[in-house]
């Protein structure tokens, strides 16, 4: 079982609630297809200290490099019990922990790099989640990201602006604007790479090496 951390801060996203059918739901079909854009994200890490946001039921966790050691947090309680096998399996180590990115306990600088895939659609107050995943990390710490966004493209960017407030309901928002997001954040944007039209993508930001501190 992972560690609890008592309360369960924030508010739990629809994902919760499908927790034990996710695998199901996302794992059979687009997993595959993402494979080899996750596993090229995924060995982008590093040997410092790594924070990996939105465990989930560890969909991911087979595509990361072996032998690296992660601090994993995610709301739900019910998706990290659900991960703790894909976890055991990993050869490295993986500490659980049931956090909100909104309110991490984690020192300021504390971090080297951040990971995170189909997160910040669902993450309540994204600008903020990102300012909170900038503070924990060290001045010049990178974040990688593999997201799905809203499209500035006529006429899947009506169809996101007409599916959200349904979606929205059980978890994710089909029309956000994560790039941006990250921008707003204060993060220093790298690269963003498309891999499904405008709309699956990876980005790649860091946080900005202050000069007067
Ligand atoms: C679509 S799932 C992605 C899980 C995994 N990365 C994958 O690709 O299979 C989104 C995950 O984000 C978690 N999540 C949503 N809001 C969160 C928050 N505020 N803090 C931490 N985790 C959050 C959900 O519980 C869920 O497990």
């Known amino acids: 079982m992972p560690p609890r951390l008592g309360n369960r801060v924030g508010r739990v996203p629809g994902h919760h609630e499908v927790a034990p059918n996710f695998d199901v739901m996302g794992g059979y079909g687009p997993e ?15 040997d410092g200290r790594i924070l990996f946001l939105a465990v989930g039921t560890g969909l991911d966790i087979p595509f990361f490099p072996s032998g690296k050691s992660l601090v994993g947090i995610d709301i739900s309680d019910k998706m990290l019990e659900g991960a703790q096998r894909r976890v055991d399996a990993y050869d490295g180590e993986i500490e659980t922990r049931v956090m909100d990115v909104h309110e991490m306990p984690f020192e300021d600088g504390s ?29 010049g710490g990178e974040l990688h990201m593999f997201e799905h966004t809203g499209s500035r493209y006529y006429p ?9 407030p349904l979606t929205s309901r059980f978890g994710p928002e089909m029309n956000r604007d994560t790039v941006s997001n990250v921008g707003a954040a204060g993060f220093t944007l790298r690269e963003v790479k498309h891999v499904y039209l405008d709309v699956v993508k990876t980005i790649h930001a860091t946080r900005y090496r202050e000069r007067f501190r």
């Open 32 to 46: 595959r297809r993402w494979a080899p854009y996750k596993r090229e994200l995924f060995s982008k890490m590093g």
């Open 111 to 139: 971090f080297d790099q951040v990971f995170t895939s189909c997160t910040f659609c669902s993450v309540p107050a994204p600008v903020k989640g990102l300012e909170q995943l900038r503070r924990v990390l060290k001045p």
């Open 156 to 164: 899947f960017r009506l169809m996101m602006n007409l599916m959200t």
